[in-house]
Every structure is written in structure tokens, then in C-alpha cells.
């Protein structure tokens, strides 16, 4: 994951809105695409979804098609997600990873794709910390704060 950016807006009534961008290799794109599939279908095994399940799910069947379609390109490609939805691939790469720790053994497509996931964890973790205080505006009044962390992290 590599030139990550917070690209902020501000809605009609000046509420920041924020979007993350970064770009993947194609075998980051193919093994964040495996790891949020995998959990679409292990989270959403219940016979009853309440709404927010269906929801949940509907995000996350937009984020690994999205990714299945980049990945089968082949090539690198600049992700830009709204906080939202870089949230819910966060939290699913995170879960996929527990996941396959927890229980000890992988299939092989799995264990190709565990270093690329894993690698991509904790920077995104970053980012998404970055992305949060910029819209919940906790960073410093000058935003010296935000530089000297992008700074820290060579964005």
C-alpha cells in the first residue's frame, strides 16, 4: 500500500467528508479481494440479516466485486474509498487475519494471500486514524498535527 492520501471535502452544509486514497499491487488487490470475500460469506452465514446485516453485507459484496474487477486486471491501482467503505475493508481484511491465526491452518490461496493482507493492516489502521480526526476535526487548529504525522509516515 503505498502513496496513501486523505482527500477532504465539505458537503452543502460544511460537514467535512472524507476520502482515502492508496494504491495496491495487483497481488494486493487479488489478496484484499479473497480476504473480503471470504468474510461476506463467513460473517453473513445467519438464517435471519436484520437490516443493518443487509446493509453490511451489500457494502461489503461492493468492496470484494470491486476488487475481484480491479484484480483481474492485473496491474497496480489507486483505490479511492469514502471513510466508510475503507472502514469496512479494514475491518474485514482485520477479521481475516484473526481469523486464519485463530484457527491455525490455511488453505494454499489463503496462505498466498495472509503477507499481502497482513502487511497492509497496520497502514491502513494509519490511515484510517488520519481520516477520522480529519473529519472529526480533533487534530490540531493548524494542522501541524496532521503534517508532522504524514511527515512521520512519508506522505
Known amino acids: 500500500m503505498v502513496n496513501a492520501e486523505l482527500r477532504t471535502l465539505h458537503a452543502a452544509d460544511g460537514t467535512p467528508v472524507c476520502n482515502v486514497s492508496f494504491d495496491l499491487s495487483a497481488e494486493q488487490l487479488k489478496a484484499a479481494a479473497r480476504a473480503a470475500e471470504s468474510i461476506r460469506l463467513e460473517r453473513h452465514r445467519h438464517l435471519e440479516l436484520s437490516t443493518d446485516d443487509v446493509l453490511a453485507l451489500r457494502e461489503l459484496t461492493s468492496i470484494s466485486d470491486e476488487l475481484y474487477t480491479l ?66 476535526g480533533d487534530g490540531g487548529a493548524d494542522g501541524s498535527a496532521d503534517d508532522e504525522h504524514h511527515a512521520e509516515h512519508g506522505w
Do not use: K, Q
Request: charged share 25%; net charge negative.
Open 71 to 136: 484484480a483481474d486486471h492485473g496491474a497496480n491501482a489507486t483505490l479511492v474509498l469514502p471513510l466508510a467503505r475503507f472502514t469496512a475493508l479494514h475491518d474485514a481484511l482485520v477479521e481475516w487475519v484473526h481469523a486464519a491465526d485463530d484457527r491455525g491452518w490455511m488453505r494454499e490461496e489463503d496462505a498466498e494471500a495472509y503477507p499481502y493482507v497482513a502487511a497492509m493492516i497496520d497502514p491502513m489502521a494509519s490511515l484510517r486514524a488520519d481520516a477520522l480526526h480529519a473529519v472529526l
